[in-house]
């Protein structure tokens, strides 16, 4: 943690089965998961991806990360915004934490139908990781009703 406080922590004491000791270039291991991108039609595709996690990576944050990469399939179409951030992600209890910036609010796509696409798309990837049931979209750690025109004031489910 170099030296910071974790939020998401009540304790900042760490007992040995807390911490993993690697080398943080040395993979620890592999998820295999699915990511939602949109097709040029505007519907999510599953694109299926390995991904690797290092010391200090958590499931949920890689998959983040790997949806703001991009899709790999050049049919498919980025998800995010340019721009759009991602400040903390966190699991608790079947229930992912999604903490964005108020920032992203002004970079979202014009459109409910659009906005929808993209919070779909996070969600339903982000519920593809094992033991995740719900998406709880946080603005600069703060609950909201509303995200843009998506009311986010329930955690999100995903879509069937």
């Known amino acids: 943690v170099d030296g910071q406080e974790l939020a998401y922590r009540d304790s900042q004491r760490f007992r040995a089965r807390d911490v993993l000791f690697t080398d943080t270039e040395q993979p620890v291991r592999t998820l295999t998961t699915r990511l939602y991108f949109p097709n040029g039609q505007g519907h999510l595709i599953a694109e299926r991806r390995e991904l690797t996690l290092h010391e200090g990576q958590v499931r949920c944050g890689v998959v983040m990360d790997a949806l703001m990469e991009g899709p790999t399939d050049e049919s498919l179409l980025p998800l995010r915004p340019e721009g759009f951030a991602v400040l903390t992600v966190r699991l608790d209890e079947g229930t992912c934490y999604l903490n964005l910036p108020s920032s992203d609010t002004e970079l979202l796509p014009d459109g409910e139908a659009a906005q929808q696409l ?43």
């Open 118 to 160: 993209l919070m779909q798309g996070i969600v339903n990837s982000l519920c593809a990781v094992s033991g995740v049931r719900q998406v709880q979209i946080l603005q600069d750690g703060m609950m909201l009703a509303r995200f843009g025109q998506i009311d986010v004031s329930q955690p999100l489910q995903p879509s069937q």
